[in-house]
């Protein structure tokens, strides 16, 4: 007897409505559900953005290569979605009344809109991630055919536990008491609310939990909690990824030659999920609620015993991936640099090596009457870090019990239709199908360029090989300067 899909067999002429569609991960959804499932209807809330209405963004979206596998196989899949007008910072999400009412026909709500940012003010991180829950799960109370409500937190809403759990954690305050402050409150006031807790992203994704907890008795409703997220492991396209956030940013900046210090600590473990295994445990989690447990309500989306890598190994992997096989175009400098673990000399280290730099090559170009950008580039590299260090520089424990049994559970087919395990995993073949993909579709660099950028590359160590006997010998000749000088007196 051949195995049945039974996990396609639960979204199989169904209506599914999408928040963050236009985001990393929910785009991975949309084009996973539409590929391997026969799903009736995709409503998709999306906002108009810079001149272009929803419509405009969700082509913009099918044109992204993420979708060519889809459309080679099933072209008239795309048609099933619709957007929906809206904006999840706005009372009902900014969704028209006739569009209420057309969402109520919805089986199941995948709510994965979010603001990632970790320098939000309480208020903006509480409108993005918090109200914007609460308005999902009164729409939810709404829809009389509902299944399943799906709501995409983080493994980090709760740092201060030394050990996750499949299980709820009280908030760090009153989420009903935070939304109506934010709506009257005083600004200050509003500030003061974060406490000890480390940043105004776990801060409102931890109260975003806790309003889901609190209607589970009402809807059915489950919690899904990725760590970091990252490129894609097999599909559609290995190493596929739509924003240099994270891991593949440092590579990307470090490979140009912009990066020359980063602190962490290099041997705490990264616990990283690649984005096709991430959208397959919310499916297998969906359809593992509704068939098999559900008592069942939080599902860990972590790498815990899967695959353990330091963040130094991943580091020194993908340096040597880009020094000799998948070299960028345009590196300014040859790509060097180093993990601190000491915060003072990270500072230092950027200051004089990436910072300094950046003014002095600005002020070339100011002078050749060309815009400045090394320096905002800086900028937002230190930004980007210093979110970047919140991961790296902590210990994070994350139990994931039920994977195991969720497992045991799927059949040989859904097993590789739905892939959630690290099973073949191999940390450079991986990383370097990244680093080729951020080349191609994020940086739009040609494989042809590539014996170019290798020649570039070695021009590049040269100099940096003759800068640094320079230096030695400048600093060499100083000491020995001011050693004549100190002789004289003895």
């Excluded at 809109?113 to 991180?125: E, H, I, L």
């Excluded at 015993?305 to 580091?315: A, C, G």
């Excluded at 790509?335 to 090559?361: E, M, N, T, Y």
Aim: net charge positive; aromatic share 12%.
């Amino acid at each position: 007897m051949v195995d049945s899909n039974r996990i396609s067999d639960i979204f199989k002429d169904k209506t599914i409505f999408i928040t963050g569609a236009t985001g990393f991960l929910g785009k991975v959804l949309v084009e996973k559900i539409l590929r391997c499932t026969e799903v009736k209807k995709l409503y998709l809330l999306v906002r108009s953005k810079k001149g272009k209405s929803p419509q405009e963004r969700l082509e913009d979206i099918f044109s992204n290569m993420l979708f060519d596998v889809l459309k080679s196989q099933n072209p008239s899949s795309l048609k099933k979605c619709q957007t929906i007008s809206g904006d999840i910072t706005q009372d009902n999400l900014g969704i028209s009344t006739p569009n209420l009412l057309l969402l109520q026909e919805v089986d199941f709500i995948f709510h994965s809109a979010a603001s990632t940012r970790f320098d939000d003010s309480v208020k903006t991180a509480v409108k993005f991630n918090t109200k914007s829950t609460k308005c999902l799960l009164d729409l939810a109370e709404k829809c009389p055919k509902l299944k399943l409500f799906i709501h995409i937190s983080t493994a980090y809403a709760f740092p201060n536990v030394k050990v996750l759990y499949e299980k709820p954690y009280n908030p760090p305050k009153n989420p009903h008491e935070v939304l109506d402050m934010t709506k009257f409150g005083k600004d200050e006031d509003i500030e003061g609310l974060l406490g000890d807790v480390p940043n105004t992203y776990t801060f409102s994704k931890a109260l975003a939990e806790a309003l889901v907890v609190e209607k589970m008795d009402e809807i059915p409703a489950i919690i899904v909690r990725p760590s970091v997220v990252c490129p894609t492991m097999v599909e559609p396209i290995p190493g596929w990824v739509n924003n240099l956030q994270g891991p593949m940013g440092l590579f990307v900046g470090a490979g140009k030659g912009i990066i020359r210090s980063m602190y962490m600590k290099g041997d705490s473990y990264a616990d990283f999920v690649p984005a096709d295994l991430a959208i397959n445990g919310m499916l297998v989690a969906s359809w593992y609620y509704l068939s098999q447990d559900k008592t069942t309500r939080f599902y860990h989306l972590t790498a815990s015993s899967e695959y353990n890598f330091t963040w130094e190994e991943l580091i020194t992997t993908g340096k040597s991936i880009i020094y000799n096989e998948v070299p960028f175009n345009g590196v300014v400098w040859y790509p060097g640099g180093s993990i601190k673990k000491l915060r003072w000399v990270h500072d230092l280290c950027f200051l004089l090596f990436q910072l300094l730099p950046a003014i002095f090559i600005d002020t070339i170009l100011v002078l050749l009457r060309y815009k400045p950008i090394l320096y905002q580039i800086q900028r937002r590299i230190q930004k980007g870090n210093d979110v970047f260090e919140y991961y790296t520089n902590r210990a994070w424990n994350f139990s994931n019990m039920k994977a195991d049994e969720i497992r045991k559970s799927m059949n040989e087919i859904e097993k590789k239709v739905y892939k959630v395990d690290g099973k073949g995993f191999d940390l450079r073949d991986y990383l370097k199908k990244c680093i080729w993909c951020v080349r191609r579709n994020n940086l739009k660099e040609p494989d042809e360029t590539v014996p170019a950028a290798k020649r570039h590359m070695k021009v590049m160590w040269a100099l940096d090989i003759t800068f640094k006997v320079l230096l030695v010998v400048v600093l060499l000749y100083y000491c020995y300067h001011w050693y004549q000088i100190i002789a004289r007196f003895f």
